[in-house]
């Protein structure tokens, strides 16, 4: 059956995700194709991508390797079942995943997205400590305004209000560290702010509050994305390694939208130089092509399973499509592509315009911060009393207008181009945004 994708249809059964569906159906914006950093609508603009998606197309659109890569494997095995039987590309991606993460890293569970690295890391927290004979290590920590995926364990040590008020009573025996956005000392800083490694200490609080004996894991972004880009403070992820360390809490890095690439370095481990025990990741492991996730595990938290009989099931745990074949060369491809176009060490180099290009928005108009790191960028805005959202939100819609495509989460405005962005284009999307700022009420 063909489908003319471009004409018009009912757009009433699709319940669009985290999404005003009203109002979307009313007027909707329809993408129909992209390219590189492009996308096209279906009214046949071209639309500068200043998200990468949704934090994940870091190599850019329809990039040929990986569709090829797609193509050649749907028709040579498209599928293969993920429990006790195997297929080579799963193995050579884990393979190729560990070659770029930090020394330390050695282990690679498959998953088909952020949430579910998520979950399965804060499982594998508490089954890990039981191995080792801990069993009342099940309490876990995460922090104010952290994101972390949509499913029960992610929004139970979530922190973002509206993920969490809908949804009863959550997990139990779950707390959270307090958030690290201190506008009143650190706004317009560039890169970490410097005030703010103090927060952590916090920890000590949680372990004096419920017993070290209690806790199995402290879940962070090293990264804020998703509530509206939130930075460790210098000394701050250190100071949480060392706490965890010191108490044998595990650490748990979500690198969903650090990983691959977003700071100039394969991951925020790297960047800032602290090894957690564990790495949640997605997004820019297939480029966003095709779902994938995977946690990556030491070595020492992998063997703490591999002990009883070999004929055992080691973990209780696992998805139907992890590690799926195609999903597998999709995420080879996009690796492959990275390297051949240095788009991590590109990131890196660019990275400074980027920084220079966001803080000339200091002064428009409705601007009350900006903060960047790597090619990550946000720029809040002062909200309209008794309207919180709506500001940013307008702008938007202006943006699209315009034929620029930015998030906004509150009245931040989230920017996370892929990493082949150009200084042209860099200048052209803060261009467009600085017109759009001085166009809003
Ligand atoms: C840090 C972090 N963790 C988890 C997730 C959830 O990923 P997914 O939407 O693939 O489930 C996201 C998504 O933005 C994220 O930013």
Not at 37 to 43: A, V
Not at 276 to 297: E, F, H, Q, R, S
């Amino acid at each position: 059956m063909a489908l003319d994708r471009k004409a018009p249809n009912d757009l009433n059964a699709f319940w669009m995700p985290f999404t005003a569906n009203r109002q979307f159906k009313k007027n909707p914006r329809m993408l129909v194709a992209a390219k590189d950093m492009h996308y096209t609508t279906s009214d046949g603009r071209q639309v500068l991508d200043g998200t990468a998606g949704l934090w994940c197309c870091n190599a850019g659109h329809c990039r040929p390797k990986i569709t090829e890569a797609i193509q050649r494997q749907a028709a040579e095995l498209d599928y293969a079942p993920a429990f006790q039987m195997g297929h080579p590309v799963a193995f050579e991606l884990a393979n190729r995943i560990i070659e770029i993460a930090p020394k330390g890293i050695e282990h690679v569970f498959y998953t088909n997205s952020g949430s579910e690295s998520v979950e399965t890391a804060l499982k594998l927290a508490i089954a890990y400590h039981r191995a080792k004979g801990q069993a009342t290590r099940t309490r876990l920590i995460g922090r104010e305004r952290g994101y972390h995926g949509v499913n029960f364990g992610g929004i139970s040590v979530g922190g973002i209000v509206n993920n969490r008020r809908h949804f009863g009573s959550l997990l139990n025996g779950v707390d959270h560290l307090p958030h690290t956005h201190l506008p009143d000392n650190n706004r317009w800083s560039r890169g970490q702010p410097e005030h703010g490694a103090y927060l952590a200490d916090d920890l000590e609080k949680l372990v004096a509050l419920h017993g070290a004996e209690t806790i199995a894991a402290v879940i962070v972004e090293p990264v804020a994305g998703s509530t509206g880009v939130i930075l460790p403070p210098k000394g701050y992820l250190e100071k949480l390694r060392a706490i965890t360390k010191k108490h044998g809490i595990l650490l748990i890095f979500d690198e969903v939208i650090t990983g691959f690439g977003r700071l100039g370095a394969p991951f925020a481990s790297q960047y800032f130089d602290v090894l957690p025990d564990m790495m949640t990741t997605a997004k820019g492991l297939t480029n966003g092509v095709i779902p994938m996730g995977a946690v990556l595990t030491t070595a020492e938290l992998h063997d703490a399973f591999m002990d009883g009989p070999e004929n055992m099931i080691e973990l209780f745990h696992g998805y139907t499509y992890s590690g799926n074949p195609i999903a597998s060369a999709a995420g080879i491809a996009t690796l492959e592509t990275y390297k051949e176009e240095a788009l991590f060490e590109r990131a890196a180099e660019i990275a400074p315009y980027w920084e220079d290009a966001l803080h000339s928005l200091r002064d428009s108009r409705h601007v009350i911060d900006v903060r960047n790191m790597g090619l990550i960028g946000a720029v809040e805005l002062d909200p309209i009393a008794g309207e919180p959202t709506k500001r940013a939100f307008s702008a938007f819609l202006a943006a699209y207008d315009k034929n620029i495509l930015i998030r906004t989460t509150g009245d931040i405005i989230a920017m996370s181009p892929p990493l082949m962005i150009t200084r042209d284009q860099i200048d052209t999307l803060i261009g467009t945004l600085a017109d759009v700022l001085k166009s809003l009420d």
